[in-house]
Protein backbone atom coordinates (compact mmCIF):
# COMPACT_ATOMS: atom_id res chain seq x y z
CA UNK A 1 0.00 0.00 0.00
CA UNK A 2 1.11 3.50 -0.68
CA UNK A 3 1.96 5.63 2.13
CA UNK A 4 -0.55 8.06 4.18
CA UNK A 5 -0.02 11.42 2.51
CA UNK A 6 -2.78 13.34 5.05
CA UNK A 7 -5.30 12.28 7.51
CA UNK A 8 -8.43 13.93 8.62
CA UNK A 9 -11.76 13.97 7.81
CA UNK A 10 -14.36 14.29 5.08
CA UNK A 11 -17.29 16.81 6.46
CA UNK A 12 -20.65 16.20 4.83
CA UNK A 13 -23.00 18.49 6.72
CA UNK A 14 -23.44 16.64 10.31
CA UNK A 15 -22.03 13.48 8.53
CA UNK A 16 -17.80 13.03 9.00
CA UNK A 17 -16.30 10.17 7.43
CA UNK A 18 -12.50 9.56 8.63
CA UNK A 19 -10.34 9.09 6.09
CA UNK A 20 -5.99 8.16 5.19
CA UNK A 21 -4.91 10.26 1.68
CA UNK A 22 -3.25 8.23 -0.35
CA UNK A 23 -1.41 8.90 -4.24
CA UNK A 24 -3.79 7.14 -6.58
CA UNK A 25 -1.01 7.53 -9.51
CA UNK A 26 2.26 6.59 -9.86
CA UNK A 27 5.77 8.13 -11.40
CA UNK A 28 7.31 5.46 -13.69
CA UNK A 29 10.20 7.82 -14.93
CA UNK A 30 13.45 7.23 -15.31
CA UNK A 31 15.78 9.12 -12.72
CA UNK A 32 18.89 10.41 -13.29
CA UNK A 33 21.33 11.80 -10.40
CA UNK A 34 24.26 14.48 -11.35
CA UNK A 35 27.91 13.24 -11.52
CA UNK A 36 31.67 14.99 -12.16
CA UNK A 37 32.39 14.17 -15.85
CA UNK A 38 36.04 13.65 -14.73
CA UNK A 39 35.85 10.87 -11.76
CA UNK A 40 32.26 9.55 -11.48
CA UNK A 41 31.54 11.55 -8.23
CA UNK A 42 28.01 12.20 -7.12
CA UNK A 43 27.03 15.73 -7.20
CA UNK A 44 25.07 16.61 -4.08
CA UNK A 45 22.91 19.69 -2.66
CA UNK A 46 24.21 20.08 0.82
CA UNK A 47 22.35 22.49 2.71
CA UNK A 48 24.41 24.98 4.61
CA UNK A 49 23.84 27.54 7.59
CA UNK A 50 24.89 30.99 5.91
CA UNK A 51 25.82 32.35 9.50
CA UNK A 52 27.98 29.04 10.84
CA UNK A 53 28.99 28.07 7.13
CA UNK A 54 28.61 24.56 8.03
CA UNK A 55 26.58 21.75 7.03
CA UNK A 56 23.27 21.39 8.83
CA UNK A 57 21.50 17.66 9.46
CA UNK A 58 17.68 17.79 8.73
CA UNK A 59 16.60 17.92 12.76
CA UNK A 60 17.81 21.55 12.84
CA UNK A 61 15.51 22.87 10.26
CA UNK A 62 12.96 24.42 10.79
CA UNK A 63 9.89 26.95 9.05
CA UNK A 64 10.21 30.74 9.12
CA UNK A 65 8.61 33.79 7.37
CA UNK A 66 11.06 36.33 6.83
CA UNK A 67 9.99 39.99 7.06
CA UNK A 68 13.22 41.36 6.82
CA UNK A 69 16.66 40.11 5.72
CA UNK A 70 17.58 40.34 9.09
CA UNK A 71 13.93 39.02 10.95
CA UNK A 72 12.41 35.89 10.63
CA UNK A 73 9.42 34.68 12.54
CA UNK A 74 9.84 31.14 12.76
CA UNK A 75 6.49 28.90 12.08
CA UNK A 76 6.22 25.65 13.27
CA UNK A 77 4.09 22.23 11.90
CA UNK A 78 1.95 22.19 15.37
CA UNK A 79 1.30 26.05 14.42
CA UNK A 80 0.20 25.13 10.98
CA UNK A 81 -1.85 22.21 12.33
CA UNK A 82 -3.65 24.19 14.69
CA UNK A 83 -5.01 27.07 11.99
CA UNK A 84 -8.24 28.86 12.85
CA UNK A 85 -9.84 27.02 9.56
CA UNK A 86 -12.30 24.29 9.40
CA UNK A 87 -10.31 23.02 6.61
CA UNK A 88 -7.16 22.29 8.36
CA UNK A 89 -8.10 19.06 9.22
CA UNK A 90 -11.40 17.88 7.46
CA UNK A 91 -12.16 18.21 3.44
CA UNK A 92 -15.49 20.14 3.79
CA UNK A 93 -17.66 19.57 1.21
CA UNK A 94 -19.64 22.73 0.19
CA UNK A 95 -21.77 21.61 -2.77
CA UNK A 96 -22.27 19.13 -5.74
CA UNK A 97 -22.27 20.33 -9.59
CA UNK A 98 -22.10 17.94 -12.73
CA UNK A 99 -18.89 17.08 -14.05
CA UNK A 100 -19.23 18.01 -17.09
CA UNK A 101 -19.51 21.93 -15.63
CA UNK A 102 -16.18 21.53 -14.98
CA UNK A 103 -13.60 22.77 -17.12
CA UNK A 104 -11.05 19.94 -17.27
CA UNK A 105 -8.35 22.54 -16.96
CA UNK A 106 -8.98 23.33 -13.25
CA UNK A 107 -8.04 19.58 -12.14
CA UNK A 108 -5.14 18.47 -10.79
CA UNK A 109 -3.48 15.45 -9.18
CA UNK A 110 -5.84 13.07 -7.92
CA UNK A 111 -5.70 10.71 -4.86
CA UNK A 112 -7.42 7.71 -2.99
CA UNK A 113 -9.32 8.62 0.05
CA UNK A 114 -9.27 4.96 2.33
CA UNK A 115 -11.91 4.82 5.44
CA UNK A 116 -10.09 5.34 8.51
CA UNK A 117 -11.08 1.82 10.06
CA UNK A 118 -14.51 0.40 10.69
CA UNK A 119 -16.04 3.80 12.53
CA UNK A 120 -15.38 4.81 9.10
CA UNK A 121 -16.92 2.30 6.85
CA UNK A 122 -20.82 3.44 7.04
CA UNK A 123 -20.50 6.67 6.13
CA UNK A 124 -17.83 6.47 3.66
CA UNK A 125 -20.14 3.57 1.84
CA UNK A 126 -23.13 6.13 2.24
CA UNK A 127 -21.20 9.07 0.49
CA UNK A 128 -20.21 6.45 -2.69
CA UNK A 129 -23.68 5.28 -2.70
CA UNK A 130 -25.46 8.63 -2.86
CA UNK A 131 -22.34 10.40 -5.70
CA UNK A 132 -22.74 7.41 -7.77
CA UNK A 133 -26.67 7.66 -7.54
CA UNK A 134 -26.84 11.40 -8.01
CA UNK A 135 -24.22 11.31 -10.94
CA UNK A 136 -22.76 14.66 -9.68
CA UNK A 137 -19.42 15.35 -7.96
CA UNK A 138 -18.83 17.16 -4.93
CA UNK A 139 -17.09 20.43 -4.45
CA UNK A 140 -14.82 20.74 -1.60
CA UNK A 141 -12.09 22.64 0.65
CA UNK A 142 -9.03 21.25 2.46
CA UNK A 143 -6.00 22.99 3.72
CA UNK A 144 -2.42 20.88 2.93
CA UNK A 145 1.00 22.21 2.30
CA UNK A 146 0.89 25.63 3.57
CA UNK A 147 -2.65 26.65 1.90
CA UNK A 148 -6.24 26.00 1.55
CA UNK A 149 -6.86 24.29 -1.86
CA UNK A 150 -9.95 23.33 -3.80
CA UNK A 151 -10.71 19.68 -4.58
CA UNK A 152 -13.57 17.13 -6.27
CA UNK A 153 -14.97 14.58 -4.97
CA UNK A 154 -15.82 11.81 -6.88
CA UNK A 155 -16.20 8.02 -7.44
CA UNK A 156 -13.92 5.54 -9.15
CA UNK A 157 -14.82 1.76 -8.16
CA UNK A 158 -16.36 2.04 -5.16
CA UNK A 159 -13.27 4.45 -3.88
CA UNK A 160 -13.58 8.44 -3.33
CA UNK A 161 -11.29 10.07 -5.38
CA UNK A 162 -10.31 13.41 -4.39
CA UNK A 163 -9.12 15.61 -7.49
CA UNK A 164 -6.72 19.15 -6.63
CA UNK A 165 -8.44 22.03 -8.21
CA UNK A 166 -6.91 25.33 -9.31
CA UNK A 167 -9.05 28.07 -7.82
CA UNK A 168 -10.20 30.48 -10.59
CA UNK A 169 -8.00 33.26 -10.21
CA UNK A 170 -4.91 30.69 -11.09
CA UNK A 171 -6.05 30.05 -14.91
CA UNK A 172 -4.90 32.06 -17.32
CA UNK A 173 -6.59 34.19 -19.89
CA UNK A 174 -6.11 32.46 -23.31
CA UNK A 175 -7.33 35.19 -25.03
CA UNK A 176 -4.07 36.82 -25.76
CA UNK A 177 -3.40 33.59 -27.41
CA UNK A 178 -6.13 33.59 -29.98
CA UNK A 179 -4.74 32.83 -33.92
CA UNK A 180 -5.93 35.84 -36.19
CA UNK A 181 -9.36 35.66 -37.85
CA UNK A 182 -9.46 33.10 -40.42
CA UNK A 183 -12.19 31.58 -42.23
CA UNK A 184 -12.87 27.87 -42.09
CA UNK A 185 -15.02 25.94 -44.69
CA UNK A 186 -17.76 23.61 -44.08
CA UNK A 187 -16.56 20.96 -45.93
CA UNK A 188 -12.75 21.35 -43.96
CA UNK A 189 -14.80 21.01 -40.87
CA UNK A 190 -16.81 17.70 -42.31
CA UNK A 191 -13.15 16.66 -43.34
CA UNK A 192 -11.67 17.01 -39.74
CA UNK A 193 -14.60 14.97 -38.09
CA UNK A 194 -14.48 12.03 -40.57
CA UNK A 195 -10.69 12.07 -39.53
CA UNK A 196 -11.95 12.58 -35.39
CA UNK A 197 -14.52 9.85 -36.71
CA UNK A 198 -11.53 7.43 -38.07
CA UNK A 199 -9.31 8.22 -34.86
CA UNK A 200 -12.14 7.04 -31.85
CA UNK A 201 -11.29 4.16 -29.39
CA UNK A 202 -13.17 3.19 -26.92
CA UNK A 203 -10.94 3.27 -24.07
CA UNK A 204 -7.44 4.55 -23.57
CA UNK A 205 -5.13 1.60 -23.22
CA UNK A 206 -3.45 -0.45 -26.14
CA UNK A 207 -0.36 -0.32 -27.36
CA UNK A 208 -0.71 3.07 -28.34
CA UNK A 209 -0.78 4.19 -24.67
CA UNK A 210 2.10 3.94 -23.04
CA UNK A 211 5.48 5.53 -22.12
CA UNK A 212 7.78 5.60 -25.29
CA UNK A 213 10.26 8.18 -24.00
CA UNK A 214 10.65 5.62 -20.66
CA UNK A 215 11.46 2.40 -23.01
CA UNK A 216 13.95 4.23 -25.22
CA UNK A 217 15.85 5.78 -22.62
CA UNK A 218 16.09 2.49 -20.99
CA UNK A 219 17.51 1.19 -24.23
CA UNK A 220 20.51 3.68 -24.10
CA UNK A 221 20.86 2.44 -20.49
CA UNK A 222 21.03 -0.86 -21.23
CA UNK A 223 23.28 -0.45 -24.56
CA UNK A 224 25.89 1.47 -22.61
CA UNK A 225 25.91 -0.98 -19.86
CA UNK A 226 26.85 -3.81 -22.14
CA UNK A 227 29.08 -1.82 -24.38
CA UNK A 228 26.92 -2.05 -27.57
CA UNK A 229 26.26 0.70 -30.42
CA UNK A 230 22.99 2.88 -29.45
CA UNK A 231 19.90 2.06 -30.92
CA UNK A 232 19.49 4.48 -34.11
CA UNK A 233 17.12 7.09 -33.71
CA UNK A 234 14.37 7.54 -36.69
CA UNK A 235 14.80 10.60 -38.70
CA UNK A 236 12.56 13.49 -37.61
CA UNK A 237 9.42 14.11 -39.77
CA UNK A 238 9.29 17.68 -41.00
CA UNK A 239 5.93 19.28 -40.92
CA UNK A 240 4.94 19.53 -44.28
CA UNK A 241 3.30 23.33 -45.30
CA UNK A 242 -0.01 22.79 -45.76
CA UNK A 243 -1.33 24.28 -48.90
CA UNK A 244 -4.42 22.18 -49.61
CA UNK A 245 -6.53 21.52 -46.05
CA UNK A 246 -8.91 19.22 -47.75
CA UNK A 247 -6.37 17.22 -49.34
CA UNK A 248 -4.42 17.04 -46.22
CA UNK A 249 -7.56 15.53 -44.31
CA UNK A 250 -8.37 13.00 -46.96
CA UNK A 251 -4.87 12.29 -46.65
CA UNK A 252 -5.06 11.59 -42.83
CA UNK A 253 -7.88 9.68 -42.94
CA UNK A 254 -6.58 7.17 -45.37
CA UNK A 255 -3.58 6.90 -43.10
CA UNK A 256 -5.60 6.56 -40.30
CA UNK A 257 -7.89 3.94 -41.58
CA UNK A 258 -5.07 1.94 -42.93
CA UNK A 259 -2.76 1.90 -39.79
CA UNK A 260 -6.06 0.22 -38.33
CA UNK A 261 -6.41 -2.25 -41.06
CA UNK A 262 -9.97 -0.64 -41.76
CA UNK A 263 -10.97 -0.03 -46.07
CA UNK A 264 -9.84 3.35 -47.00
CA UNK A 265 -13.38 3.90 -48.77
CA UNK A 266 -14.63 7.75 -48.44
CA UNK A 267 -15.28 8.99 -45.29
CA UNK A 268 -18.45 9.66 -43.30
CA UNK A 269 -19.71 13.21 -44.28
CA UNK A 270 -21.16 14.82 -41.36
CA UNK A 271 -23.80 17.13 -42.36
CA UNK A 272 -23.34 20.76 -39.87
CA UNK A 273 -26.71 22.15 -38.45
CA UNK A 274 -25.91 25.56 -40.10
CA UNK A 275 -26.22 23.36 -43.65
CA UNK A 276 -29.51 22.01 -42.75
CA UNK A 277 -30.69 24.96 -42.45
CA UNK A 278 -28.62 26.49 -45.59
CA UNK A 279 -30.41 22.94 -47.26
CA UNK A 280 -34.06 23.77 -45.93
CA UNK A 281 -34.03 27.56 -47.11
CA UNK A 282 -33.21 26.65 -50.63
CA UNK A 283 -35.87 23.85 -50.82
CA UNK A 284 -38.82 25.90 -49.45
CA UNK A 285 -38.56 28.69 -51.82
CA UNK A 286 -38.44 26.21 -54.92
CA UNK A 287 -42.28 25.12 -53.58
CA UNK A 288 -43.56 28.39 -52.91
CA UNK A 289 -42.24 29.33 -56.65
CA UNK A 290 -44.11 26.12 -58.03
CA UNK A 291 -47.14 26.53 -56.02
CA UNK A 292 -47.50 30.65 -57.45
CA UNK A 293 -46.75 29.00 -60.91
CA UNK A 294 -49.67 26.64 -60.54
CA UNK A 295 -52.41 29.93 -59.25
CA UNK A 296 -50.99 32.02 -62.29
CA UNK A 297 -52.24 28.90 -65.16
CA UNK A 298 -55.61 28.32 -62.87
CA UNK A 299 -56.32 32.17 -62.61
CA UNK A 300 -55.16 32.55 -66.51
CA UNK A 301 -57.56 29.58 -67.79
CA UNK A 302 -60.84 30.92 -66.40
CA UNK A 303 -63.09 33.92 -67.95
CA UNK A 304 -63.70 36.55 -65.28
CA UNK A 305 -67.67 36.25 -64.45
CA UNK A 306 -69.81 39.21 -65.22
CA UNK A 307 -71.35 40.94 -62.44
CA UNK A 308 -75.52 39.79 -62.62
CA UNK A 309 -78.08 42.56 -63.18
CA UNK A 310 -81.11 43.67 -60.63
Known amino acids: MPRTIWSGAISFGLVTVPIHVVSATEDHSIRFHQYHLADQGRIRYRKVC ?96 GRERLGLLRVKDDVLVLHAMRWPDEIRDPAELLPPPVQVSDEEIEGALALMDTMTVDRLEGPEFHDRYTEAVAEIIEAKREEKPLPEAPEPEQPAQILDLMAALQESVSKAKASRGQDAGPAEVHELPAQKKKTAAKKQPARQTAAKKTAAKKSSGSRPRRPRSA
Open 50 to 145: ELEDREVPQDEIGKGYELTTTQVVPVTDEDLSNLPLPTARAIEIDGFVPLESVDPIRISDGYYLQPAGQVAAKPYQLLVKALGRSAKVAVAKYAWS
